[in-house]
C-alpha cells in the first residue's frame, strides 16, 4: 500500500515510518511527503531516503478545501491508500474527512480525550498528571477526536520535566505509529462506530 506522510516540522516520526519499512518485508511504502511549510527539517528526511515531496503553501489557496483539493490531485496520482498526519499543524477540512473516510490517521502525544490540541504534553505535565501517554487515532471532522487505534501509557516521575516527558513520550510514539500504519496496511482494523479492533 501507498502511503502519504503529512508533516509541518522535524518529522520523528515519519523517520521512525520509514525506519520501520527499511527494516524488513513492511506492507506499506511512504510513496510521498507533503509539507505545508516549505523550511520543514522533515523534507530533508524524505529527500534523505528517495521519497518524492509535495510543498504546499496554505497562503496560496482561497479556503482549506482548495487546498485540500490540491492536494488530493497528488494523492490520487500516487494511488494513496493511507494519509498519515505526522505533526502536521493544519486542520484537514471536511471534504477531505469525506474524501478519505477511515484512510486518515493521526498520532497525538497525550492519552485522549484528555489534553487535546498543540500543547499535549506540556498540558499533561503542567496538569500534573502521574500517567500520560499517546494516541493514535483515526481522523474525523473533529480536532483530535476520532476512533481509537492504539494507546500507549508513560508514567511521569517525580523528577521527569517537561522535557524528559517529551522525550519519553516521543521514544513511545515512534513504537505505535509505525505499528499502526502496518497493522492498516495489512487490513487489520475494523471499526464499529468508535470501537476499533485488530483482526487476528
Ligand atoms: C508529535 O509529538 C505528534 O504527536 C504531534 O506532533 C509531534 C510531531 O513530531 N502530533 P515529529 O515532527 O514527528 O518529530
Not at 37 to 47: F, G, P, W
Not at 93 to 99: E, G, I, L, N, Q
Amino acid at each position: 500500500m501507498n502511503i502519504a506522510v503529512f508533516v509541518s516540522g522535524n518529522g520523528s516520526n515519519l523517520q521512525a515510518i520509514i525506519d520501520a519499512a527499511s527494516k524488513g518485508a513492511a506492507p506499506y511504502k511512504v510513496a510521498l511527503v507533503v509539507s505545508d511549510r516549505a523550511d520543514a527539517y522533515a523534507l530533508k528526511r524524505a529527500s534523505a531516503a528517495g521519497i518524492g515531496t509535495l510543498v504546499a503553501d496554505p497562503k496560496k489557496y482561497a479556503s482549506r478545501e482548495e487546498y485540500d483539493r490540491a492536494v488530493t490531485e497528488a494523492l490520487e496520482k500516487k494511488d494513496i491508500g493511507l494519509i498519515v498526519l505526522a505533526g502536521f499543524m493544519r486542520l484537514v477540512s471536511p471534504f477531505f474527512v469525506r474524501k478519505y473516510k477511515h484512510r486518515i490517521i493521526n498520532i497525538h502525544p497525550s492519552l485522549l480525550p484528555s489534553f487535546k490540541g498543540t500543547r499535549g504534553i506540556r498540558d499533561a505535565y503542567d496538569y500534573g498528571v502521574k500517567i500520560t501517554g499517546v494516541t493514535v487515532h483515526f481522523v474525523d471532522e473533529e480536532l483530535d477526536h476520532g476512533p481509537i487505534i492504539l494507546q500507549g501509557a508513560v508514567t511521569v516521575e517525580e523528577n521527569d520535566t517537561a522535557e524528559s516527558l517529551e522525550e519519553k513520550i516521543h521514544k513511545l510514539e515512534h513504537k505505535l505509529y509505525p505499528e499502526a500504519v502496518r497493522l492498516f496496511a495489512l487490513g487489520k482494523l475494523e471499526i464499529k462506530a468508535r470501537h476499533v479492533s485488530v483482526k487476528k
